[in-house]
Nanobody, 128 residues
Framework: QVQLVESGGGLVQAGGSLRLSCAAA????????MGWFRQVPGKEREFVAI????????YYADSVKGRFTISRDNVKSTVYLQMNSLKPEDTAVYYC?????????????????????WGQGTQVTVSS
């Protein structure tokens, strides 16, 4: 059973940056594709970014492409989301998640059902 704990959220002005972290405990972190999603109250959860188990492949939602970067450190069992040029529409609770399959090949538009382990989320608020 893996436990995921996100951190790094907060309040930032538009144009600013934040770096989210997601630390994993339990399981074999380096064997799993990891993803970041976000959700605004009243809306469906939205895919943000995904990274393969060794970090060689990553895909992004069109809305964040060129501004966000996903990365991972398998020694530290941590996945990161560097968010630059933040916009008010990036305001959401951000969740990291572990793919349900070992050595899964990342897809460009995964859904939440591809993942079975989720963190508790970290709030990101971008003021205009």
């Amino acid at each position: 059973q893996v436990q995921l704990v996100e951190s790094g959220g907060g309040l930032v002005q538009a144009g600013g940056s934040l770096r989210l972290s997601c630390a994993a405990a339990g399981g074999t972190f380096s064997s799993y594709t990891m993803g970041w999603f976000r959700q605004v109250p009243g809306k469906e959860r939205e895919f943000v970014a995904i990274i393969s188990n060794l970090g060689r492949t990553a895909y992004y939602a069109d809305s964040v492409k060129g501004r966000f970067t996903i990365s991972r450190d398998n020694v530290k069992s941590t996945v990161y989301l560097q968010m630059n040029s933040l916009k008010p529409e990036d305001t959401a609770v951000y969740y990291c998640a572990r793919h349900r399959l070992l050595y899964a090949i990342p897809t460009m538009n995964p859904t939440g059902t591809d993942f079975i382990s989720w963190g508790q989320g970290t709030q990101v608020t971008v003021s205009s």
